[in-house]
């Protein structure tokens, strides 16, 4: 597991810490807002298109080629510009980045899934979950030291060199794990497939947590500048952020495989604490932008690995990296969506008007997932060979763990 970990730390470290020090070295690259924005959009575009695409590829192939193939691929990408050094350069590093991120991101996913029994899911996604949320910590940070030490050429070369080690690591650890038989499915399977609440109520929790997640990273920095802190304490917000999120996510993927807890409950109650950080991050000064950052951290930690491991023990195994690939374009919409509400609604009126919707958006889901008690987790068989259901209102998700729905094709 520790090389599929490493792996989830590659991308988050790559996305936060590049992203955070575009910036930062004129002679570089960026001297624009405009190619700054461009190149941030670039990065999370090719992540939109190509998740779901390779999620497929995995469930073909296996999830370990594509998984070798994408850390490769992004040390190669890496290594580009740390060897052309030109803004020119950048843009193709920058793509091949995330094309080669979302190819071993879903794999990862689906290996996680593949190599724990369904018991132990919980605490598999959040020992996940928590590395790569080690990543998004550490990277805006240890960028800027090696922005500083050495410019961006010398943040690519330590990309290409983790991404190469992470390859090689995985190559020697991780098991060959060979794709199931699979069904034949059309177009129209898979758009039932994914219209299912199995499919929608989990995914669009994450794709909730990711947009509270990212404008709590934007946003209550400027917050804080607004109030008139200072920028040790308007810098604090983002670490608090992201340290209560990797706290969290390990002990909430255990209450999981201990029943103390279930998936659709704790679905409910992480958006209504990411909404209520939201909704603190409307009052004033440091207290009102501490306890934001703390309620979101918390809130996403917990919906991450609850919402990962529902997906991965209600899916038919062979169709795993299918739907890791389509959870992950919700997450990325998610992460695309919160800060454009926010802002549009902050450009209309306030900041705080901003969180204000977004927090209303998130309490009224978390609002839903209780009046959705019909809502299916999963199926599996019984002894006499007929679906058996599982509600995500129960006190955990374990009838498709053996599988996923006997119907599903």
């Not at 941030?40 to 992540?47: C, I, R, V």
């Not at 590093?93 to 899934?113: D, I």
């Not at 943040?155 to 060199?161: I, N």
């Amino acid at each position: 597991m520790w090389p599929l970990y490493a792996a989830g730390f590659t991308t988050a470290f790559g996305a936060h810490g590049i992203a955070a020090n575009l910036g930062g070295d004129t002679e570089d690259a960026v001297t624009s807002l405009l190619v700054l924005g461009g190149l941030l959009a670039l990065y999370d575009g090719a992540e939109v298109l190509l998740k779901p695409v390779f999620g497929t590829l995995a469930d073909r192939i296996g999830a370990r080629p594509v998984l070798l193939g994408g850390l490769i691929a992004f040390a190669v990408a890496s290594a580009l510009y740390a060897v052309a050094d030109s803004t020119r350069w950048l843009w193709a590093a920058r793509l091949g980045q995330r094309a080669s991120a979302s190819a071993f991101s879903p794999a990862a996913s689906a290996l996680v899934a593949r190599l724990n029994p369904a018991a132990e899911q919980g605490r598999a996604f959040g020992s996940y979950g928590f590395h790569k949320s080690v990543g998004y910590t550490l990277g805006p940070l240890l960028g800027g030291v090696l922005v500083w030490a050495g410019g961006l050429r010398l943040l690519f070369v330590v990309l290409a060199g983790l991404g190469a080690l992470v390859a090689v690591w995985a190559l020697v650890a991780v098991p060959v794990v060979p794709p199931l038989p699979r069904s034949r499915q059309t177009v129209v399977d898979l758009v039932r497939r994914l219209a299912d609440p199995v499919f929608l109520v989990p995914t669009a929790a994450l794709a909730g947590a990711t947009a509270a997640l990212s404008v709590g990273v934007g946003f209550l920095p400027v917050s804080g500048t607004a109030a008139g802190l200072g920028p040790v304490a308007t810098g604090a917000a983002v670490p608090v952020l992201a340290a209560c999120a990797a706290v969290v996510q390990p002990r909430a993927g255990r209450a999981l495989d201990e029943g103390r807890i279930g998936p659709r409950g704790g679905l409910g109650i992480g958006l209504a604490l990411a909404g209520a950080g939201l909704a603190c991050a409307t009052l004033p000064g440091l207290t009102g932008v501490l306890l934001a950052a703390a309620l979101i951290g918390v809130g996403t930690g917990l919906i991450t690995p609850l919402g990962f491991a529902a997906l991965a023990s209600s899916t038919p195994r062979e169709r795993l990296g299918q739907t890791m690939g389509a959870a992950e374009l919700g997450r990325e919409l998610g992460d695309a969506g919160g800060p454009l509400l926010v802002a549009g609604v902050a450009a209309a009126a306030t900041l705080s008007y901003g969180y204000g919707v977004l927090a209303v958006v998130l309490v009224c889901g978390a609002v839903g997932w209780r009046v959705g008690d019909e809502a299916v987790a999963g199926c599996g068989e019984t002894a006499s060979g007929r679906p058996e259901v599982v509600r995500l209102g129960g006190r955990g998700v374990r009838g498709g763990a053996r599988g996923g729905c006997a119907r599903s094709s």
